[in-house]
Nanobody, 128 residues
Framework: QVQLVESGGGSVQSGGSLRLSCAAS???????????TAWFRQTPGKDREGVAVIDKDGRTEYSESVRGRFTLSQDNAKNTLSLQMTSLNPEDTAVYYC???????????????????WGQGTQVTVSS
């Protein structure tokens, strides 16, 4: 059974940094079964937004709003995916979710509907 547990959220001032982690169990990042693992975020009243995704070969994609500021890193030994967030601004305030898509379809890499497994989310608050 796939489980995803996020950690690392919190409050930071504009311009600051945070590092989120997603501990995955029930599948391996390097499994022969292709998974995508991604970060999404959501604020009240808005749709869930894809932030960053990585596949089993290490291929990554970032949304335009975070490209150049956020960086994914994957620890295959620990089966943990981290999201390093820098130059944070108030528009980055959201609940951040880790998600996994079995049989990764790269064409739908940042679409929430394509993901089968979700963590419980972690709050990130950026104050001005």
């Amino acid at each position: 059974q796939v489980q995803l547990v996020e950690s690392g959220g919190g409050s930071v001032q504009s311009g600051g940094s945070l590092r989120l982690s997603c501990a995955a169990s029930g599948y391996s990042f390097t499994s022969y079964v292709s998974y995508c693992t991604a970060w999404f975020r959501q604020t009240p009243g808005k749709d869930r937004e894809g932030v960053a995704v990585i596949d089993k070969d290490g291929r990554t994609e970032y949304s335009e709003s975070v490209r150049g500021r956020f960086t994914l890193s994957q620890d295959n030994a620990k089966n943990t995916l981290s999201l390093q967030m820098t130059s944070l601004n108030p528009e980055d305030t959201a609940v951040y979710y880790c998600a996994a898509q079995r049989f990764c379809n790269w064409d739908y890499r940042l679409r929430p509907v394509s993901y089968h497994y979700w963590g419980q989310g972690t709050q990130v608050t950026v104050s001005s």
